[in-house]
């Protein structure tokens, strides 16, 4: 999971590449892209950290219907 302003963001990317070389198939979330702006690394601690739980409990719960 990334936030757009982590300072995290600019190699987060390279972070799934590796796993992937790794034969992994990590599932990468970027909250920009899902409507959720403006949050740093420690996205837990802000304002709208149930909505970013609500993300991780939904993908939560598609890996475990798999």
Request: glycine share 10%; hydrophobic share 40%; with cysteine.
């Amino acid at each position: 999971m990334t936030a757009e302003a982590s300072y995290h963001a600019p190699y987060d990317h390279c972070t799934v590449k590796f796993l992937e070389q790794a034969g992994l198939h990590p599932t990468w979330i970027k909250l920009g892209d899902i409507g959720i702006h403006g949050n740093g690394h420690m996205m837990m601690l802000e304002k709208n950290s149930a909505e970013i739980a609500g993300v991780i409990a939904r993908w939560l719960l598609r890996l475990g219907r798999r």
